[in-house]
């Protein structure tokens, strides 16, 4: 029997209804959620990522702004916009959008953002805090994720999760928000040796690495959940993900499609962070 899809457009409509309620509490208290969202340079993929977040803001009723440089931007003009960013109080999440041009140093710019308004939960604060068990604003995309097993009421505790990809944006922070809800995680990286023995123990299959269709249905447990972060344009111009869906689809019991499985997800949660950031400002 072919897999159950788990559509993220649903659940993230669903979410986002919700979201938009809350929002206009919080605006009816005099504090309308605002993210700023940077981008530096014109990496195709990351204007339509910048895009689609701003849209996304719109659609909730929340206040944004998009602030697009050039890829000769310094780094200290970026700082310097963070700065300003930091004490603006109609903003309540900024978002720097990576990958940074190499001339930027991301993690001083990652540092550089207010941990209260760090929505994408990378600042070196959020990321112990979320180490040590505290998440304040968790990482979206691993967040969506956990919303997604959630919503199918997946009974964590004591599953098996293998995560491929070791990121600090997915992997480990998926790693860290698998454990704390009591699975046992194994983390796989590029150099693992063996990968199918390890993605074929997992209950819960976690996929960001980037390498499109990777993992194929004879490397996943029959009725395992597999959940599949990558977004790869093919030749053709679709798109796919880091899991071959035509052959995993067989055997997994449950699975997210690209597109419309994680990508919806994470900018819902950012939507969501971005909330509970105007929520604290506004001492909700
Ligand atoms: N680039 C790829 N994913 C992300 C993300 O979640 N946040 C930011 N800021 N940049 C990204």
């Given at each position: 029997m072919p897999a159950q899809l788990l559509d993220g457009n649903i659940l993230s409509k669903k979410l986002r209804a919700k979201i938009a309620a809350r929002g206009a509490i919080v605006t009816a208290k005099g504090v309308r959620p605002g993210l700023a969202v940077i981008v530096v340079g014109d990496n195709p993929a990351s204007q339509i990522y910048v895009r689609n977040k701003v849209k996304a803001c719109e659609d909730v009723g929340f206040h944004s702004v998009l602030e697009s440089f050039s890829v000769e931007l310094g780094e200290a003009e970026l700082l310097a916009r963070i700065a300003t960013l930091n004490a603006?109080?109609?903003?309540h999440g900024i978002l720097v959008q990576l990958p940074?041009?190499?001339?930027?140093?991301s993690e001083r710019v990652l540092e550089a953002i207010a941990p209260q308004k760090d929505v994408d939960g990378f600042h070196i604060a959020n990321a112990g805090a979320l180490m040590v068990g505290h998440?304040?604003?968790?990482?979206c995309t691993p967040y969506g994720c956990m919303k997604i097993l959630e919503n199918i009421d997946?009974?964590?505790?004591?599953a098996r999760a293998v995560i491929v990809g070791a990121s600090n944006i997915v992997g480990k922070p998926m790693a860290l928000l698998l454990l704390q809800a009591g699975a046992t995680v194994t983390i796989c990286n590029s150099?693992?040796?063996?990968?199918a023995h390890h993605t074929k123990d997992a209950d819960i299959l976690v996929v960001a690495?980037?390498?499109?269709?990777?993992?194929?249905?004879?490397m996943i447990k029959t009725g395992a959940v597999v959940i599949d972060v990558g977004i790869n344009r093919m030749p053709d111009g679709k798109l796919c993900g880091d899991v071959d869906f035509d052959t995993a689809k067989y055997i997994a019991g449950w699975i997210t499609p690209?597109?419309?499985?994680?990508g919806p997800m994470t900018i819902t949660m950012l939507l969501m962070n971005t909330l509970e950031a105007a929520e604290k400002a506004a001492k909700l």
């Open positions: 603006d109080p109609s903003i940074l041009p190499e001339h930027i140093a998440p304040q604003f968790k990482p997946y009974p964590i505790r004591g150099k693992t040796r063996d990968l690495t980037g390498k499109a269709k990777m993992i194929t249905g004879d690209v597109p419309g499985g994680v």
